[in-house]
């Protein structure tokens, strides 16, 4: 009897399984899902935006190509390439710098990634935004006005390294082949409304959603710099001053945090583990771009952090010294700090040459080793990438995990101290240079270097300021860019050793070719290459 109802039940499945195929109706496709650009309720909104962030984590924790770091300042004028991975040979070796170069593709595709995300949020904002489930005219206003903060942020990394852009408002829903490059001048306006939106509209600082979600004083920082680049000084004076003035921002002039008990100083304090947001105590952020450990916090991190690698030295590699929290984690040196750097750049007791942001010199730390406790002698060939003196900003250190492949620490992307630079650079080109020392002297102040007068200033003494306060935090060539001092500024890379030297590089690097591929791909529109690159 089971035999003969399990047989029953097979053959009326497989009955009604017939029926359904000769329906018409089961004939007639029905679309389930279909690309749509619609958000319907404020949580979806709110997921477009964080998509915004995690994005731009992704230049930061990119690890596909361990040079990446080292590409943005090897080849100008602060670090020398060692053990070069190979993303960035054609950044010092310009004549490899051609218009199928990797990271130029990269940088294309990841800011127009961000530019298609923001058009979607804006779109349905400004054409849907009260019918979205769960929205005020407030959250409406915060909202547009943050992912306009990273349109224009992308908008004006592509101007600095690549001139005019095509550009895009509405979100892309269908092959698009004829895109036309815009006047520089086109996309200036479009990050200059974009930007002026945000300043009005995005909360204070302080008062965001989220700690790491942007405020508009970080709207201010990134105009002023927008601004200096498209010579509008007085306006660019006038957003760093809102910056400056704010009452919730101060410089850090003393010790905090998780190392106050330990040798330090206030300027290193801002870049262990633990001090980095404003909620640690770090009154100088503006804007953090946090990040966790993946094995402690889930998707903490979009990709593993290559920059304490690349920068700090591969002193592991010297018998007798191993990976330690004091000597900032274990790096393999893909860069050396420049001579220029490390004996012209600062002068004697600035704090950020201390001892505690430049390590320089080694003790043997391994228990086990016969010089245990003796000081590492510095000469010889190890100088270059095992006892090459490196800065601490990237410290870090997890005795879990010793190699150390990612570096898990946050990312201070804005700060006051910068913030005090674009001023100055504002008044500098105002014809303002006494202005320009005073608003300087208030950070050499903070470093106990000595004060400068208005004949010492001029925009190689602000670059090499920027260097003083910025090392390894700036993207240096996307600063050298932007100033047109790239070219200029590279005779400070001397003494470089064969194969690290910066060769064949010319005027027409001061911008990146357009990928060939989007010129390929572009065949119904103009997309003309940069002068001095070929298709």
């Given at each position: 009897?089971?035999?003969?109802?399990?047989?029953?039940?097979?053959?009326?499945?497989?009955l009604m399984m017939f029926a359904s195929s000769c329906s018409d109706n089961f004939?007639?496709?029905?679309?389930?899902?279909?690309?749509?650009?619609?958000?319907?309720?404020?949580?979806?909104?709110?997921?477009?935006?964080?998509?915004?962030?995690?994005?731009?984590?992704?230049?930061?924790?990119?690890?596909?190509?361990?040079?990446?770091?080292?590409?943005?300042?090897?080849?100008?004028?602060?670090?020398?390439?060692?053990?070069?991975?190979?993303?960035?040979?054609?950044?010092?070796?310009?004549?490899?710098?051609?218009?199928?170069?990797?990271?130029?593709?990269?940088?294309?595709?990841?800011?127009?990634?961000?530019?298609?995300?923001?058009?979607n949020v804006i779109n349905n904002i400004e054409n849907n935004g009260m019918a979205?489930?769960?929205?005020?005219?407030?959250?409406?206003?915060?909202?547009?006005?943050?992912?306009?903060?990273?349109?224009?942020?992308?908008?004006?990394?592509?101007?600095?390294?690549?001139?005019?852009?095509?550009?895009?408002?509405?979100?892309?829903?269908?092959?698009?082949?004829?895109?036309?490059?815009?006047?520089?001048?086109?996309?200036?306006?479009?990050?200059?409304?974009?930007?002026?939106?945000?300043?009005?509209?995005?909360?204070?600082?302080?008062?965001?959603?989220?700690?790491?979600?942007?405020?508009?004083?970080?709207?201010?920082?990134?105009?002023?710099?927008?601004?200096?680049?498209?010579?509008?000084?007085?306006?660019?004076?006038?957003?760093?001053?809102?910056?400056?003035?704010?009452?919730?921002?101060?410089?850090?002039?003393?010790?905090?945090?998780?190392?106050?008990?330990?040798?330090?100083?206030?300027?290193?304090?801002?870049?262990?583990?633990?001090?980095?947001?404003?909620?640690?105590?770090?009154?100088?952020?503006?804007?953090?771009?946090?990040?966790?450990?993946?094995?402690?916090?889930?998707?903490?991190?979009?990709?593993?952090?290559?920059?304490?690698?690349?920068?700090?030295?591969?002193?592991?590699?010297?018998?007798?010294?191993?990976?330690?929290?004091?000597?900032?984690?274990?790096?393999?040196?893909?860069?050396?700090?420049?001579?220029?750097?490390?004996?012209?750049?600062?002068?004697?007791?600035?704090?950020?040459?201390?001892?505690?942001?430049?390590?320089?010199?080694?003790?043997?730390?391994?228990?086990?080793?016969?010089?245990?406790?003796?000081?590492?002698?510095?000469?010889?060939?190890?100088?270059?990438?095992?006892?090459?003196?490196?800065?601490?900003?990237?410290?870090?250190?997890?005795?879990?995990?010793?190699?150390?492949?990612?570096?898990?620490?946050?990312?201070?992307?804005?700060?006051?101290?910068?913030?005090?630079?674009?001023?100055?650079?504002?008044?500098?080109?105002?014809?303002?240079?006494?202005?320009?020392?005073?608003?300087?002297?208030?950070?050499?102040?903070?470093?106990?270097?000595?004060?400068?007068?208005?004949?010492?200033?001029?925009?190689?003494?602000?670059?090499?300021?920027?260097?003083?306060?910025?090392?390894?935090?700036?993207?240096?060539?996307?600063?050298?860019?932007?100033?047109?001092?790239?070219?200029?500024?590279?005779?400070?890379?001397?003494?470089?050793?064969?194969?690290?030297?910066?060769?064949?590089?010319?005027?027409?690097?001061?911008?990146?070719?357009?990928?060939?591929?989007?010129?390929?791909?572009?065949?119904?529109?103009?997309?003309?290459?940069?002068?001095?690159?070929?298709?």
């Open positions: 009897m089971k035999r003969q109802l399990r047989y029953f039940a097979v053959v009326s499945v497989l004939l007639t496709e029905t679309v389930e899902d279909q690309y749509s650009t619609d958000i319907t309720d404020r949580e979806s909104l709110r997921a477009g935006l964080i998509l915004m962030y995690e994005a731009t984590s992704n230049f930061y924790s990119k690890a596909d190509q361990q040079g990446w770091p080292a590409l943005w300042n090897v080849g100008t004028d602060v670090a020398w390439p060692i053990q070069a991975q190979g993303v960035e040979i054609p950044f010092y070796r310009y004549d490899n710098l051609t218009s199928d170069n990797y990271a130029a593709s990269w940088m294309w595709n990841w800011e127009y990634d961000i530019i298609e995300n923001a058009n979205i489930e769960g929205m005020t005219e407030q959250l409406l206003a915060e909202y547009n006005a943050e992912a306009r903060f990273f349109r224009a942020k992308a908008y004006e990394e592509l101007a600095t390294l690549f001139g005019g852009v095509p550009i895009v408002t509405e979100p892309i829903t269908e092959p698009k082949f004829d895109f036309v490059r815009a006047d520089l001048a086109e996309v200036n306006a479009l990050i200059e409304e974009d930007l002026l939106f945000a300043v009005e509209n995005l909360p204070d600082l302080g008062q965001t959603e989220h700690e790491q979600r942007v405020s508009n004083a970080a709207a201010s920082q990134l105009l002023a710099k927008s601004y200096l680049r498209t010579g509008k000084y007085e306006e660019a004076e006038a957003q760093a001053d809102r910056v400056i003035n704010n009452p919730n921002i101060s410089l850090v002039d003393t010790r905090y945090g998780v190392k106050v008990d330990q040798p330090g100083d206030p300027f290193s304090d801002m870049f262990w583990k633990g001090n980095m947001r404003r909620s640690q105590g770090n009154t100088e952020a503006i804007w953090v771009l946090e990040m966790e450990n993946p094995s402690d916090v889930r998707g903490g991190s979009t990709g593993a952090p290559q920059q304490r690698r690349v920068w700090q030295g591969s002193y592991h590699s010297r018998n007798g010294l191993i990976p330690a929290e004091d000597l900032g984690g274990r790096g393999i040196a893909r860069l050396r700090l420049n001579n220029w750097v490390l004996y012209d750049l600062y002068d004697d007791d600035d704090m950020r040459n201390s001892e505690h942001n430049i390590l320089r010199r080694h003790t043997y730390n391994d228990p086990n080793h016969e010089l245990f406790g003796e000081p590492v002698p510095y000469e010889g060939p190890d100088t270059l990438f095992i006892l090459t003196p490196y800065t601490m900003k990237w410290k870090h250190f997890d005795p879990r995990d010793t190699f150390g492949w990612g570096m898990w620490k946050d990312f201070i992307l804005m700060r006051l101290g910068e913030t005090y630079l674009l001023k100055a650079e504002a008044q500098l080109m105002q014809n303002n240079p006494g202005g320009a020392a005073a608003t300087i002297n208030i950070l050499r102040d903070r470093a106990n270097a000595p004060t400068v007068s208005a004949g010492d200033i001029d925009l190689d003494f602000i670059l090499d300021e920027r260097a003083r306060e910025l090392l390894a935090e700036e993207n240096r060539r996307m600063e050298l860019m932007r100033t047109k001092t790239l070219v200029d500024r590279v005779h400070l890379n001397y003494g470089a050793p064969e194969g690290s030297r910066v060769e064949g590089i010319r005027d027409e690097n001061l911008l990146f070719p357009i990928p060939v591929s989007e010129i390929r791909l572009n065949r119904d529109g103009d997309m003309p290459q940069n002068p001095g690159y070929s298709n």
